[in-house]
């Protein structure tokens, strides 16, 4: 196990890694669950008298997403209810001098990690220990604390480097989300269990079905990866299409596994047998004989959503990873919301995971105590899901 924030004397100088990756509509950052629940750890901290400096990433280099974090600030200070100080540095002058100036009680938020060269690509924690990034700012600090559950999977220098060259402790969201998903792993079930699977993350997606298929008895596909799906299946659909870049990349790197797993999970994978699209603003369905190769699809279909709320009411257990449709548009949220309704009208066991996906429960006026668990965390999750260990726990474990 981890040293949690419990452990640590009141009146430290912080460097607090926290996951508020969130959606962006025209450059805009918006607020998801994860701001809500990381406050609940910032505000034990500064209550605490901890002068705090946040480290967190957006999006992804080359990506719409991949903005500043200064939005992300003005958001946590509305949670907050206080002032939140931005950095646009994450540990060159501007940031050192700002994180100099920071006094117990304060709280200040650097600049996007994924902009500084060091933080990405993967590699072993030793080697992200050892670069520039983590060798500046950790001695500016008295401890690290990782509160990013939802990025634990990722080997980056802010969730890796730094635990292995400070004391490091895990926040509060860490250790809930940690004890939530690592117990589901551990339960078994009687009856059904079924799984959905959606959103835009398809690589994190498709090892999964291969690891679980001892626990899940069958997958609903939509989103991204169920039309990658639908593409090995020979239907014109998940190309990159009216500038997109969701498809043919992870199409290229996982078009061998999907292909196998569509012929050895046959009979457990449930693909959509109808998609949604925008027609001239509104929404128009086709049958999947009927999809066309520069369409963008946006939803699954009508016929779908209905099948796939069936199969989620006849199961004792339901896991959702990712949202089936782009439901932050109200016309395409049917599939999405559908099935999250159907769990929530059952008493089957149901865990909802993803920074995005958790937040179709709130927009669309569902209970979050209808479910058994909704997780802001989405690849860390299903990883849990299976068994694997999330590689900055492992660091963190590691420091205790
Ligand atoms: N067909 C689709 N085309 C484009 N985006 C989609 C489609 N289906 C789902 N999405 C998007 O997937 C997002 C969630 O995916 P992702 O970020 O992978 O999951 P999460 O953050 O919930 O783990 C949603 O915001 C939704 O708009
Ligand atoms: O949002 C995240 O993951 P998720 O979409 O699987 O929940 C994390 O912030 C990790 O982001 P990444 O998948 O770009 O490494």
């Known amino acids: ?23 962006v509509e025209d450059g805009v950052p918006q607020d998801n669950r994860r701001f809500a629940r990381h406050a609940e750890t910032l505000r034990e901290l500064l209550a605490d008298d901890h002068a705090v400096a946040l480290l967190a990433h957006q999006g992804r280099p080359g990506r719409d997403t991949f903005v500043s974090l200064e939005g992300h600030a003005d958001i946590l200070a509305d949670h907050l209810d206080r002032d939140v100080d931005f950095v ?29 060269d060091d933080e990405l690509p993967e590699e072993e924690p030793e080697v992200k220990a050892d670069t520039e990034f983590v060798e500046t700012l950790a001695p500016e600090f008295d401890a690290y604390v990782n509160d990013a559950y939802s990025a634990a999977h990722r080997s980056h220098a802010s969730l890796v480097g730094f635990p292995l060259v400070m004391d490091a402790y895990a926040g509060r969201v860490m250790e809930t989300e940690y004890t939530a998903n690592s117990s589901i792993q551990e339960r078994e079930f009687d009856g059904t269990v079924t799984m959905a699977l959606g959103g835009t993350k398809a690589e994190d997606l498709i090892p999964v079905i291969e690891q679980v298929d001892d626990t899940v008895d069958r997958f609903c596909l939509g989103g991204i990866v169920g039309e990658l799906f639908l593409r090995a299946d020979g239907h014109d659909v998940g190309y990159d299409v009216e500038g997109t870049d969701f498809f043919d990349e992870q199409w ?29 603003g509104e929404r128009a369905e086709v049958d999947v004989e009927g999809l066309e190769k520069d369409t963008s699809y946006l939803d699954v279909g009508s016929d779908t959503a209905e099948k796939y709320a069936d199969l989620a009411r006849e199961s004792e257990a339901v896991f959702v990873k990712g ?31 993803g920074g995005d ?9 569902l209970d979050e105590d209808d479910f058994g668990h ?27």
């Not at 996982?254 to 457990?268: C, N, V």
């Not at 089936?324 to 995971?353: K, M, N, P, Q």
């Not at 937040?359 to 006026?365: D, L």
């Open 1 to 23: 196990m981890f040293k949690t924030i419990d452990d640590l004397e009141s009146g430290q100088r912080l460097l607090v890694r926290i996951d508020i990756n969130a959606p």
């Open 88 to 116: 646009a540095d994450t540990y060159g002058e501007d940031a050192l001098a700002a994180i100099d100036d920071l006094e117990g009680g304060e709280l200040l938020v650097l600049e996007n990690a994924r902009m500084c």
């Open 252 to 280: 290229d790197e996982q078009q061998e596994t999907i292909e196998r797993i569509l012929s050895e999970y046959a009979d457990s994978l449930h693909l959509a047998s109808d998609l949604a699209y925008d027609d001239d």
């Open 323 to 353: 949202a089936l449709g782009v439901f932050e548009d109200e016309r395409f949220a049917h599939g999405t919301v559908s099935v999250l309704e159907a769990i929530s009208e059952t008493d089957c066991f149901s865990v909802v995971g």
């Open 357 to 365: 996906t958790s937040r179709a429960i709130e927009m669309y006026g």
């Open 374 to 400: 909704v997780s802001i965390a989405g690849g860390a999750y299903v990883r849990a899901l299976t068994g694997e260990s999330l590689v900055a726990i492992e660091v963190l474990e590691r420091t205790d």
